[in-house]
């Protein structure tokens, strides 16, 4: 089973998912945080799992007759937290070896922008990335998704960007392809091509544009390797500019998109997205008032990244109360690369959103399950326990669900339902 941390999965093998194929299945005597209007806790609560979906919510002692009959199987959760599937809704999960060694010469003080400007940074991991085979690099990525599915995550977003040519963005999104066959999760996969600039186009940012508009993009839309197109728009990134016809391109041919904006300066990225009706806009430390205004007009969401902030040690918080009077929508995501988010715990990512960021333990769960469908498109499907939502649910060993964002470096996930069948812990 994929759970065991360090176990290694079988070369090229099916490591496949569930036990039984219940098709009713009541989850009882939980305390259900469905994640609807905050929270949404009901105590006693039971869940009605009919094959991949939820059948019925609610407090047991009213669930219906015409439900009882047919029961398969029973799991008493003994009064223990229930929530929603995790979601992590901004990754780059698949990249070749790591940068341990550009940590070490940050320790000595050279800081992220110059290593980026002299080719170290994302470039030094895009040659790795290219060296790679595609089953080196699913063997790497699944063991960081098999850490991140160990702590209840069901669904996560997998960025391709460290490839940079055509053949190594595609290698990046069938391996995120083949992750999603081989494990119970979702993948959502975005292309990222113009996450840097390649080697190839040096000087020439517009013309590798060119590339990532009329070469790229239509080939990974004709084999159908992604559902969105991310951008790094920044000074040591991409132009507004260059945003806009990639966001137009992108539009054109039928993806969704969205955007790392505002993460070391302002470059009005998240203002620009939300004219192209992003689904989300990303770290946002530099967001301006006009930004925030533009997000809450065009209902993107706000994907805070933490880990980032922590690892490069910025000092500059994104406006978070300013976001929170606007009603925009705030996720949380792991970001894990190997630059600058190199982690695997979404769960960290809860305690850090709360101390450095001052979320409240809710608006962390909020980014995790309800917010982080939303930033994925997916909120019909998953992110809240409802009727007829897909059953990706996490039994907790926790009765309170501040405990989930209190806790730091602790696992308290007890078992895991992914479409209705269980898997990962306690499913042996
Ligand atoms: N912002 C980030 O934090 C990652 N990408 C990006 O555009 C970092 C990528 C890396 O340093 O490898
Ligand atoms: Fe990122």
Redesign the pocket.
């Known amino acids: 089973m994929w759970h065991h941390k360090g176990r290694s999965i079988p070369k090229g093998g099916v490591v496949q998912h569930a036990r039984e194929s219940a098709l009713k299945q009541l989850i009882r005597n939980v305390r259900i945080a469905t994640m609807e209007d905050g929270y949404g806790l009901i105590d006693q609560g039971a869940v009605l799992v009919d094959g991949e979906r939820i059948a019925w919510v609610g407090q047991e002692s009213s669930l219906p007759d015409e439900h009882r009959r047919g029961i398969e199987s029973e799991l008493d959760g003994n009064g223990r937290l229930l929530t929603p599937g995790l979601i992590d809704c901004h990754t ?1 999960l698949v990249y070749g070896g790591n ?1 341990a060694r550009e940590f070490e010469l940050r320790l000595q003080g050279a800081d992220y922008e110059t290593i980026a400007r002299a080719g170290g ?2 470039l030094s ?1 895009v040659s790795a990335t290219r060296e790679a085979s595609e089953q080196a690099l699913f063997e790497s990525a699944a063991q960081r998704l098999q850490q991140l599915m160990g702590e209840g995550v069901t669904c996560v977003e997998i960025k391709s960007g ?1 490839g940079l040519d055509l053949e190594t963005e595609m290698k990046m999104l069938r391996v995120a392809r083949t992750l999603s066959e081989q494990f119970p999760v979702t993948v959502a996969p975005t292309f990222l091509g113009a ?1 840097a600039l390649p080697p190839e186009f040096k000087d020439d940012a517009d013309g590798y544009i060119d590339e990532v508009c009329k070469r790229m993009m239509p080939a990974i839309q004709s084999e159908n390797l992604a559902g969105a197109v991310d951008i ?1 728009c ?1 000074n040591i ?1 991409f132009t507004p500019a260059q945003t806009r016809r990639v966001f137009e391109c992108a539009k054109s041919l039928g993806f969704e998109v969205k955007i ?1 904006a505002e ?1 070391l300066s302002d470059q009005q990225g998240a203002s620009l997205a939300a004219e192209f009706q992003a689904l989300s806009a990303d ?1 946002l430390e530099y967001l301006s008032d006009d930004g925030i205004r533009a997000m809450q007009k065009a209902g993107t969401v706000a994907t805070l ?1 933490p880990g ?1 902030f922590y690892f490069l040690r910025e000092t500059r918080l994104p406006p978070i109360d300013a976001l929170r009077k606007a009603g925009v929508p705030m996720a949380i995501a792991t ?1 894990s ?5 190199p982690t695997t715990s979404l769960l960290l990512m809860l305690n850090m959103a709360a101390t450095l960021f001052r979320l409240t333990p809710l608006e962390c769960l909020q980014g995790v399950t309800v917010n982080g469908a939303r930033a994925l498109g997916l909120e019909r499907n998953l992110g809240t326990v409802a009727a007829k939502k897909q059953a990706d649910l996490v039994l907790w060993n926790v009765g309170d669900p501040a405990e989930l964002t209190y806790n730091f470096g602790a696992n308290p996930c007890y078992r895991i339902f992914r479409k209705g069948q269980q898997t990962g812990p306690g499913s042996d």
């Open positions: 780059h940068r940074g994302i991991t460290y996450h790094f920044e990134g790392h993460q770290h990244l980032a970001d690369n190997p630059g600058t988010s």
